[in-house]
Structure formats: structure tokens, C-alpha cells
């Protein structure tokens, strides 16, 4: 029997040790938790609020739904969430406490608060029981994830009959010269501008490295039916610099 602790990973371009990869991660979300949303305008040129809509769109959030956003870090989607639904419930999962705090500092987290859960938790043993969620959100945490499958096995396991998974996330540009042009900002650009706003390069080049080691959009959509979720669609958002995945619990 082989030494599970012997397993390697990614952690961006580099091989870690899979029991590692969880706190490595953290302490990237520790370090730039204070700056996140600044973060996520500089990695994708401001457009993730218009992302996040889109994934809203195609959601089409319905009153009293239960949603767990997991990564959920300062609470963008289920702000989002709660008020395209009129009424209903959110809980934000995250493994890093200081996004959490974040999220809560925010003043939509004040007006919601009847209406929302923080929890610290792991995507990949998640706190709930079976079938307890009609909806299941992560965006841009889920190449973050030492497992990504067991991730979405998780997801499936705690959606009710008739839930709906969605999954927003960085993806791969279909056209390789696309690709290559957007590579060199990421790789240039990012990083330096890490170092700018939060004065933290290793942070930010290891989320870059991260989005190049992610599966493409079918390869992932083929995961997300490994998980048991069925009519799994795509979007490509941006010519596919960020995907949406839409996969239901039948």
C-alpha cells in the first residue's frame, strides 16, 4: 500500500507534497485577503464583476433557495445571489478565515445578515449533510483545490434532487496565439502589479501559475459528469480567458 503522505501536487508550478498544498493555499488567501477584491480586478482587468453577473444571468437565482458558495472569500456571489432571489439563504465557505472576516466587514454582509452563514471549511470534506443545498457556487476557487473531483463529489453529495452546481473559474483561450499574448501579461504584468497594490509578488504569480496548470473547459466538464451531474453545459466568458460550468443533480 502506497504512503499517501509521499503524493505529490501543483502549488502553481511547482511539486509539493499533497498534504502541504491546503495550508500553502491559505497562506496566499492570508496574505492578499485584505486586497482580494482589488486582487481579482487586477488578474482580470476589472471584468469579474461583469463575469459574475453573467454566471447570475445563467443561474437565475428563484426565492428561497439555499445556496452554498464555497471559496466564497468576501462574499461576492452570495450578495450577488440573495438579491437577484428576493429572499433566501446563504452560506460562504471558505478555508481561510481573514476572507471570511473580510466578507463580513462588508457592508452588504451587514444589510444580509438574517439571511447568511460564514463557515471556515474545506471543499473537499464539506461540514453539511446530504442533500441540503439547491445551489452550489465556487468561483475562482476551485483550481486552488488539491482534488478538484473530490470537490465536485462533495458538491453532489450535499445538492438536493434538482440542485444546480456552477463553477466560474479562469480557462484556457481556445486560439493559441490568444493564449500566448495573454500568458505574457499574466505572467509580466500580474506579478508586478501584486507587488504594487499589496507589495506581495510570490502571491500573485503563484495564482497566475495556477490558472496554467487548471484542465481546459472540456476537460473539466467531463469531471463535472465523473461527479454524477447531468445536462453539463459551458460558457466561455471573454473568448475563455474565465469559463462558467453548469452541471444539475438529477
Known amino acids: ?23 500553502r493555499v491559505q497562506g496566499v488567501f492570508n496574505s492578499v485577503a485584505s486586497k482580494y477584491d482589488v486582487m481579482n480586478d487586477v488578474m482580470s482587468m476589472g471584468i469579474h464583476r461583469v463575469w459574475k453577473d453573467a454566471m447570475m444571468d445563467w443561474l437565475a437565482p ?19 445571489f440573495l438579491k437577484r432571489a428576493g429572499q433566501g439563504h446563504a452560506t460562504v465557505l471558505d478555508l481561510t478565515e481573514p476572507m471570511l472576516i473580510e466578507g463580513r466587514q462588508r457592508a452588504e ?5 438574517d439571511s447568511l ?16 443545498f ?21 458538491a453532489y453529495r450535499v445538492l438536493k434532487p434538482g440542485g444546480r452546481l456552477m463553477v466560474l473559474e479562469f480557462s484556457q483561450l481556445p486560439n493559441d496565439g490568444l493564449q500566448k499574448l495573454y500568458d505574457l ?14 507589495n ?7 495564482l497566475v501559475e495556477s490558472i496554467r496548470n487548471f484542465p481546459d473547459q472540456n476537460t473539466f466538464l467531463s469531471m463535472i459528469r465523473t461527479a454524477g451531474f447531468e445536462n453539463a453545459k459551458y460558457r466561455n466568458l471573454s473568448m475563455g480567458i474565465a469559463a462558467l460550468h453548469s452541471g444539475w443533480k438529477i
Not at 109 to 113: C, I, L, N, T
Not at 138 to 152: D, E, K, M, W, Y
Open 109 to 113: 454582509a451587514d444589510q444580509m445578515s
Open 1 to 23: 500500500m502506497s504512503d499517501n503522505s509521499d503524493k505529490t501536487t501543483h502549488f502553481g508550478f511547482e511539486t509539493v507534497r499533497e498534504a502541504e498544498k491546503a495550508g
Open 62 to 80: 428563484r426565492p428561497g433557495q439555499r445556496l452554498l458558495d464555497v471559496a466564497g472569500g468576501t462574499g461576492d456571489i452570495s450578495f450577488r
Open 200 to 206: 506581495d509578488r510570490d502571491s500573485y504569480q503563484y
Open 185 to 198: 501579461y499574466s505572467f509580466n504584468v500580474i506579478p508586478r502589479m501584486g507587488q504594487l497594490i499589496a
Open 117 to 132: 452563514n460564514w463557515v471556515v471549511g474545506d471543499a473537499m470534506a464539506l461540514p453539511f449533510e446530504d442533500n441540503t
Open 134 to 154: 439547491d445551489v452550489y457556487t465556487i468561483s475562482f476557487g476551485i483550481r486552488n483545490v488539491t482534488h478538484p473531483q473530490n470537490a465536485l463529489n462533495e
